[in-house]
C-alpha cells in the first residue's frame, strides 16, 4: 500500500466487532471485540500536499531507507474505565499484531487510547497508572558541544566563557523518534443497548470515529550549493536541527515545551546533482503546542530553530555552518520539505587536519557554529 494513500484526509474509524452475543449485552456486561483499524485515507493533507513537487533530491530509497511514513506494524489500546464523578478507576492495555486484534471491553464509559508500539526509538511514560501517557526519546548527550569529538581551530584559539554558552549549546541532543501515530477517544460509552449497535455479516459492530493521526513529523531537507565548482564533497558530521521539542503528550498531542537538538546523516547524490545535498530528519515538531491547531501553533514560544549543518571539501577538510530556519521550520507545523540555498564562497573551510571517521554515530563536530552571512539565502 503506497502511504500517500495511508492515513486521513478524513475520518477513519475503529471498528469493534462484537462476537455472537447471546445473551444480549445487558446481561452480560461484557463486550468481547475484534478490533479493526481502517487506514485507507489521504495522508496529504496531513503531512504536505506537494512535497513531491518540491522535492529534487535524488533520494536512494535501498540505501538510504524511505522517504515517507510506513504502516504501523503493532498496535496498544489503552482503555481507562471512568466512574460516575468522570474520574478513572481502572487502566488496561491490549496489544495486537498488524492492524486488528482481539480485546475485551466492559459497558460503560471509558477513554481510549491508540498508538503504535512498533518502535525500539519511542520510549513512553506516565507519572500513574491513570495518568496520560508521553512519548520521547532518550538523551545522547547534554548538548551539541558535549556531543563534538573534534575542536575546530577557531574552538581552539576562541574558548568560549561559560557566561557566553548559548542555550542552542546547551540543548540535550536526543535520538530521532521513529513514526507515532496516535488517537485519543474521550468518554466513550460502550453500551448495553443493541440499538446502539450495527448488525452486519451476524455480527454487531461498535464504531468509533476519530483520527489517526501521525505524533512525528517528517522534514526533508534540501541544500542547493552556488559556486560549489566540485568543492563540497558531502558530510562527513552530518547535520542537527535544533530547537524541536522532546515529546509529545498521546492523549491531547501536544508537544513538551522542552527543545532538544536532533541529529541527522547529510547526504550527496553525485551522480544526480554534485550541488545538491539531501537529509531527512523525524521530530516531535514545534514546543508547546498541537501541531494541528494553527492558533496553537501560533501561540508557541517563539523558539529559535538552527540547521547546523557540517560540509566537508575535497581538500579533506571542513566547515561548520549554522542557518537559521525558524520561519521555514514554524511555517510546517506537521512537517514538509525545507529548501536552503547556500553560496560555497560563504563558508571556507577550516585550515586543520580533516576529522577521523570512527565509523558511525553523531559526530556533527558543531563547535563554534560560525553562522554564515553574505549572500547566504533561504527559499520557501
Known amino acids: 500500500m503506497k502511504w500517500m494513500h495511508l492515513i486521513l484526509a478524513m475520518l477513519p474509524m475503529l471498528i469493534l466487532y462484537g462476537c455472537k452475543i447471546d445473551p444480549p449485552l445487558h446481561l452480560r456486561r461484557l463486550v468481547e471485540a475484534e478490533v479493526a483499524v481502517d487506514m485507507n485515507f489521504e495522508v496529504d493533507m496531513m503531512w504536505q500536499i506537494d512535497w513531491h513537487t518540491e522535492w529534487n533530491f535524488d533520494w536512494k530509497t535501498e540505501v538510504w531507507g524511505p522517504l515517507e ?15 460516575a464523578d468522570g474520574e478513572r478507576r481502572a487502566h488496561t492495555v491490549n496489544n495486537f499484531a498488524g492492524m486488528e486484534g482481539t480485546v475485551s471491553v466492559f459497558v460503560g464509559t471509558h477513554d481510549l487510547l491508540f498508538h503504535n508500539n512498533d518502535s525500539e526509538v519511542l520510549l513512553f511514560r506516565a507519572d500513574e497508572d491513570l495518568s496520560p501517557i508521553h512519548a520521547y526519546t532518550r538523551v545522547i548527550s547534554s548538548g551539541l558541544k558535549g556531543s563534538i569529538p573534534v575542536q575546530t581551530t577557531s574552538q581552539k584559539e576562541q574558548a568560549k566563557t561559560k557566561d557566553s554558552v548559548t542555550d542552542m549549546e546547551n540543548e540535550p541532543v536526543t535520538f530521532q523518534p521513529d513514526e507515532l501515530f496516535r488517537l485519543f ?96 530528519v523525524m521530530t516531535f515538531g514545534i514546543p508547546a503546542c498541537n501541531p494541528y491547531d494553527s492558533l496553537s501553533v501560533k501561540a508557541a514560544p517563539q523558539t529559535p530553530h538552527y540547521l547546523v549543518l557540517n560540509v566537508t571539501f575535497a581538500t579533506g577538510h571542513y566547515k561548520n555552518v549554522r542557518v537559521d530556519i525558524t520561519d521555514l521550520f514554524r511555517d510546517l507545523p506537521t512537517g514538509g520539505v525545507i529548501t536552503l540555498e547556500l553560496d560555497v564562497n560563504d563558508f571556507p573551510p577550516e585550515e586543520i587536519d580533516p576529522p577521523v571517521d570512527e565509523g558511525g554515530g553523531f559526530n556533527p563536530v558543531i563547535g563554534e557554529w560560525n553562522e554564515q552571512v553574505g549572500t547566504t539565502t533561504i527559499i520557501n
Open 69 to 83: 511514513y510506513d504502516d504501523p506494524a503493532s498496535i496498544r489500546m489503552h482503555t481507562y474505565t471512568l466512574g
Open 185 to 280: 477517544d474521550p468518554a466513550h460509552y460502550v453500551s448495553d443497548n443493541l440499538a446502539d449497535y450495527d448488525y452486519i455479516d451476524g455480527r454487531y459492530v461498535l464504531r468509533i470515529e476519530g483520527e489517526l493521526t501521525p505524533g512525528t513529523f517528517i522534514y526533508l531537507i534540501q541544500v542547493r550549493l552556488l559556486n560549489n565548482l566540485g568543492r563540497v564533497t558531502g558530510s562527513v558530521g552530518g547535520g542537527a536541527l535544533t530547537g524541536v521539542a522532546d515529546g509529545v503528550n498521546l492523549e491531547t498531542g501536544v508537544t513538551h515545551d522542552n527543545r532538544v537538538s536532533v541529529p541527522f546523516d547529510v547526504y550527496l547524490n553525485q551522480e544526480a546533482d554534485p550541488d545538491l545535498l539531501g537529509a531527512r
